[in-house]
């Protein structure tokens, strides 16, 4: 499984993922402007079947609207130190 770790998730979290998952990566390390347009994001990650792991619900109302893939993992934990 294929992680995109979104702009409001700490990059530092990659590292920590590496081990239990095929690849993680940050959407700042992609090519993506910064900051990426949350549209770009879901097309990149389609083109590349990545999961989008998020703090942003505007990703649901992606998902609701276009459906899937890529799927969407939000994190509903608030503020939270790694």
Same mark, same amino acid.
């Given at each position: 499984?294929? *992680?995109?770790?979104? $702009?409001?998730?700490?990059?530092?979290?990659?590292?920590?993922?590496e081990?239990? !998952?095929? =690849? /993680?990566?940050?959407?700042?390390s992609?090519? *993506?402007?910064?900051? $990426?347009?949350?549209?770009?994001?879901?097309?990149?990650?389609?083109?590349?079947? !990545?999961? =989008? /792991?998020?703090?942003?619900?505007?990703?649901?109302?992606?998902?609701?609207?276009?459906?899937?893939?890529?799927?969407?993992?939000?994190?509903?934990?608030?503020?939270?130190?790694?």
């Amino acid at each position: 499984m294929k *992680l995109l770790l979104d $702009a409001n998730l700490s990059w530092r979290l990659c590292s920590d993922l590496e081990d239990h !998952f095929d =690849i /993680v990566k940050h959407v700042d390390s992609i090519g *993506l402007n910064v900051p $990426a347009k949350d549209q770009d994001i879901w097309q990149w990650s389609r083109q590349n079947d !990545f999961l =989008i /792991v998020t703090n942003d619900e505007d990703f649901l109302d992606l998902l609701l609207v276009k459906g899937f893939p890529p799927h969407v993992v939000l994190l509903r934990t608030g503020n939270q130190s790694n």
